[in-house]
């Protein structure tokens, strides 16, 4: 009913009481029991309600409420009730979309989002900024006392202090002025503005930090075994401060082998209930960028007394297994250790070492043990080959050169070797052994679990790959086994790193879980994250829970399992969540990097690649580097049709056809940091015709044709362009269509 038909039905007419009962109303409103449509009238919630924070997708269109267990609920933007991207709210279910619930937020509770980052602009006499994320869809007006100096084009820190509403649009304040869009300095606070990440430690941590020893202690030694004269390294990437893994590998007189994985016994120093502990739990990761690190714990651990330096004694929690010929565990022991590094390899120095390179030889004393390694390594992965792993996914990592200004100059594909493979391989072992110690022995415990994908995501999957003209099975049961295939038939296609994305993508995100429903993509049947405390909250819980374990042997009382089962669910979900936002911190930054190289590019062309194709236009990527733009169909000569069903424009007059995989000469015409967009249009003869002049020398003054080629580096110009999408995003775990997507955090494929 509206208010006048309840004022009739209870016959109130005195108008003071009409203000009981509309304050009456209000009241249960704010507490969920009813709530106030757009029609004006008021409904019983009916009990259906949830709490959780809402997400809005890049197009607006539609937000997703996570709920406190978890789980999603779809939101049409017409049914969020001015609630803003990461705000708590109160959601009521009405309905279903497609496999999720449908609902609509009855209430606010707690706006999530208090500052952001946009570009500062003016209008006649009005001041207003416009965010950077798309995800916030206002322009929020400034008070002429609260533009703080900006002007109009600047990239700006805004404060919220009206949020919107039906009767009055958003506004804020101008709290910092970053500078000029273009300004590379900009780009670290941007991204940490707009994922509110936290920065600086506050004052206790690093009091409680600074408290603890500088090295390990005689005392901490006591009942750990010593494997200071064991031959154990450490294999990283030359930049790696924070080493939390090293390895040994033997044969044992019986033909198996030994591999010992030592991890940093982060939970000896850091204790739960600490301000340490607190603040690592609320960050749960370290967050890696191009040239940063914003860390979990501070340095003085991350890189010092927890980090396994080479010639150093350092405290690990040390897995020893004993691996067949088969790469099966058939024994293994976990407990308390001491290492002392004998030596910090770097990945390239052994990858050139096992490529017989010269710059491997100063590796040769450590021969055998790496040959080893090699060994056991190739046992590992046929193992899983055999069981069904997915492992061929390469991904599209690069290595983002950038100045002492912070420019990118250049960006570099991230390859990798054996030795990246060999860590990768002694990680998961390691991980998935611990994983199964718990599930064996029903003991609370923190999974990594990747669930299986849904029919419907592979079969947009086999969609885009029949455009391609690849064929590919699609069971009703799905196993990692058929995608593992569809990688090794793609292996030589110039199309593979885009099949990979788009594989990845139409796969379930991988989260952490007290219920373990196994690995989808590692075929494992319990996995979890035990290798990486320094980096990772989950492993630190894991360290904790091993401990736990090994003091009681498994007995623990009933009332202590059930705080860990509330403790752990509760952890699972924050874990996971903080997990995304370190992720999309890394794509955005990286982004941002990527379009800052190419916008001192614009009017060269490329060879670029069709990675997919909307109504729209065609989206494409430079090969190698990475970088996506859009080609926008107003650009082309012709009038396009687009046919949904083959994925393809036709041109109306020329008959042209553009598709997946086509191979184009363009021209980069717009790079928007703002936007983090990139247009691209088709090159014309005359643009082909200039880039010949230059490569010949006749419209350039160059001492040798050696100046030439360097000026025109990396501009491939071939014969004729060929013809042929990457996948809209699923939301989850891609990109938007227009951003690029990378890590640059360490060691990511290892685990």
């Known amino acids: 009913m509206t208010f006048k038909e309840l004022c009739r039905h209870f016959e109130i007419t005195e108008q003071r009481d009409k203000q009981k009962l509309k304050a009456m109303l209000e009241d249960l409103v704010n507490q969920g029991y009813i709530f106030r449509g757009d029609d004006g009238r ?65 209430k606010v509770l707690e706006r999530g989002i208090k500052q952001f980052v946009g570009v500062f602009q003016t209008r006649g006499q009005f001041a207003f900024v416009i965010p950077d994320d798309p995800k916030l869809p206002f322009e929020f007006s400034i008070p002429v006392e609260e533009i703080n100096g900006a002007k109009p084009g600047m990239k700006v820190v805004a404060e919220i202090i009206r949020y919107p509403s039906p009767t009055k649009s958003p506004q804020a304040r ?35 930090a600074a408290a603890l020893p500088d090295s390990v202690q005689e005392e901490d030694l006591e009942g750990r075994w010593d494997f200071r004269n064991e031959v154990i390294v450490t294999i990283d990437g030359p930049d790696a401060k924070d080493f939390d893994d090293a390895v040994q590998v033997k044969k044992l007189p019986n ?54 330096v080479q010639g150093e004694d350092r405290l690990v929690m040390s897995l020893i297994m004993e691996i067949n010929k088969q790469g099966d565990v058939v024994d293994y022991k976990v407990g308390n250790g001491v290492i002392r590094s004998y030596r910090r390899l770097v990945y390239d120095d052994v990858n050139a070492f096992l490529e017989g390179r010269p710059e491997g030889d100063k590796l040769k004393d450590l021969a055998e043990h790496i040959y080893l390694m090699k060994e056991l390594k190739d046992i590992l992965r046929e193992n899983r080959r055999r069981r069904g792993a997915i492992l061929d996914i390469e991904g599209d990592e690069v290595k983002i050169i950038l100045d002492e200004k912070g420019h990118a100059v250049d ?103 007290p219920s373990n429903v196994g690995h989808f993509g590692l075929a494992s049947e319990a996995y979890t994250h035990f290798t990486s405390p320094i980096r990772r909250y989950p492993d630190l819980i894991v ?24 403790y752990l669910a509760k952890a699972a979900v924050h874990c996971s969540k903080r997990e995304r936002v370190a992720d999309e911190a890394e794509w955005d930054y990286e982004a941002l990097k990527k379009i800052d190289y190419i916008s001192r590019h614009i009017g060269e062309v490329y060879d670029v690649v069709v990675t997919s194709v909307t109504k729209f236009g065609m989206f494409v990527e430079i090969p190698d580097k990475y970088i996506s733009g859009l080609i926008h169909v107003s650009t082309l000569d012709d009038y396009y049709y687009y046919d949904e069903v083959k994925s393809i424009l036709v041109g109306k ?99």
């Open 174 to 208: 101008v709290v910092e002025v970053l500078g000029k869009v273009e300004d590379p300095a900009t780009d670290f606070p941007t991204v940490v503005i707009k994922h509110n990440l936290p920065v600086e430690f506050p004052e206790e941590v690093l009091k409680e």
């Open 411 to 513: 960006i570099v594909p991230r390859r990798r070797g054996e030795s990246e493979v060999i860590i990768e391989e002694f990680m998961i072992k390691a991980n998935e052994t611990v994983a199964e110690i718990f599930h064996n022995a029903g003991i609370p415990f923190i999974y990594r679990i990747h669930e299986e994908p849904d029919f419907d995501t592979m079969l947009q999957l086999k969609n885009y790959l029949s455009a391609l003209g690849i064929k590919m099975k699609l069971p009703q049961q799905i196993h990692p086994r058929v995608l593992q295939e569809l990688l090794e038939k793609t292996k030589d296609h110039p199309l593979r790193s885009s099949i990979q994305r788009l594989l990845v993508r139409s796969m379930k995100r991988a989260i952490y879980s």
């Open 543 to 566: 360290h904790r829970l091993l401990k736990l374990y090994l003091e009681t042997g498994g007995a623990i009382s009933k009332k202590e399992l059930k705080k860990l089962e509330k």
């Open 42 to 106: 008021y409904t019983l919630t009916k009990g259906n309600l949830l709490t959780g924070i809402i997400e809005f997708t890049r197009s607006g269109n539609l937000a997703f409420v996570t709920t406190d267990d978890g789980s999603e609920i779809a939101v049409p933007v017409e049914k969020t009730n001015y609630a803003m991207h990461k705000d708590k709210v109160l959601v009521q279910i009405i309905g279903k979309w497609y496999e999720l619930p449908e609902g609509r937020v009855v």
């Open 255 to 308: 033909g198996n082998y030994l591999l010992g994985v030592h991890i940093a016994d982060v939970s000896h120093y850091v204790k739960p209930g600490t301000a340490l502990d607190n603040e690592a739990y609320n960050r749960a990761t370290s967050v890696y960028l191009a040239d940063r690190v914003i860390p979990m714990l501070p340095f003085k651990l991350s890189n010092g007394l927890c980090s396994l």
């Open 653 to 751: 007059r020329t008959g042209t056809v553009y598709r997946i995989g086509d191979v184009l000469k363009a021209k980069v015409v717009r790079a928007d940091k703002v936007r983090m967009e990139i247009d691209f249009e088709i090159a014309s003869a005359e643009d082909l015709k200039k880039l010949e002049k230059q490569k010949s020398g006749k419209s350039i003054q160059a001492e040798s044709e050696s100046e030439i080629d360097k000026l025109i580096e990396g501009v491939k110009i071939k014969e004729k362009p060929s013809k042929k999408k990457d996948k809209k995003d699923k939301r989850g775990d891609g990109d938007g269509s227009r951003k690029n997507k990378g890590r640059g955090r360490k060691a990511k494929k290892r685990d």
